[in-house]
């Protein structure tokens, strides 16, 4: 039996590829909320993502599949590491930073390269601040008093560590328990999951076996500001997207059929990266 591959999805790039919906499907329930609220206080918190198959109780092992660094600054930039299969050969780093202007780069620090979005407009720049969640609904809604996720239930006040966490639970079709902290700008700090039924959103039984599960625990939070290596970009070259998602599926050995779906995958990403450019009229030669 070989293991999961929707679960691989937080543990590796598509070097084991399942269905494009199933990779979008398990995408949207493993990876924390982008949208923090937004806050001056700086920190550092430290998670790790451990995977396995059947129940979180069951007699499987876990294995670790990320480590993960999330990093905020008192000027409001942000910075989150994953380092996808820790201590092994398949071992490789990626890195997402938010500036204040809320540009977005994406750092493939595995090979060298980076993909800087363009600027935000400040109409853009407002509506997402508005969005995010406040410590003061209890990471529950928006400044405009709007649920920010719909399918989370409010379930308690808990104690991770030595921090106070908001808990919520989504039942069905997967069993889903997530713990946010309003301290630090509702950071998601842990989470528990379990995965009903196959591979896909349509072959779903809410009632059957678990098939694999997945927790991401708190290692550590510091207070005050990040080790500025964590934003460091001056030793990595702009790319498009497809690029460096291609030049890390090469260097990790991907087969030619996965690395021909990254390509198709990422191609309206790679069309709005140069459509920008182009409109700025700085598209570098290819």
């Known amino acids: 039996m070989q293991i999961n591959k929707q679960l691989l999805l937080v543990c590796s790039i598509a070097l084991v590829l399942p269905s494009v919906s199933t990779l979008i499907y398990r995408r949207l329930w493993l990876e924390p909320a982008v949208a923090q609220a937004s806050v001056s206080v700086p920190y550092t918190i430290q998670l790790r993502e451990r995977i396995k198959y059947g129940p979180l109780d069951g007699d499987k092992p876990f294995r670790t599949s990320r480590e993960v660094v999330i990093a905020r600054r008192s000027d409001g930039a942000r910075s989150e590491t994953e380092v996808f299969s820790p201590g092994t050969s398949m071992q490789r780093q990626r890195r997402l930073i938010v500036l204040p202007d809320l540009r977005h780069i994406r750092a493939w620090d595995s090979v060298g390269l980076k993909t800087t979005g363009p600027p935000m407009t400040l109409d853009h720049i407002e509506k997402v601040q508005s969005g995010k969640p406040t410590a003061e609904s209890n990471c529950m809604n928006n400044s405009l008093g ?23 639970t989504i039942d069905r079709p997967h069993s889903l328990t997530s713990w946010f902290v309003p301290e630090y700008g ?73 690395i021909v779906d990254g390509k198709v995958s990422y191609k309206a990403a790679d069309e709005a990266y140069w459509s920008v450019r182009d409109r700025a009229g700085v598209r570098p030669p290819q």
Do not use: H
């Open 146 to 168: 709007q649920a920010v996720d719909l399918s989370y239930k409010f379930a308690g006040k808990e104690w991770i560590g030595n921090v106070l966490a908001i808990k919520k």
């Open 186 to 258: 509702c950071e998601q700090i842990q989470r528990k999951i379990e995965f009903k039924g196959c591979c896909t959103a349509d072959k779903i039984d809410p009632n059957g076996p678990t098939s694999d599960s997945g927790e991401l625990s708190l290692v550590s939070i510091k207070p005050g500001e990040p080790d500025s290596a964590l934003f460091d970009l001056t030793n990595l070259v702009e790319s498009p997207p497809g690029r460096a998602n291609e030049a890390e599926m090469r260097k990790f050995g991907a087969e030619e059929k996965f």
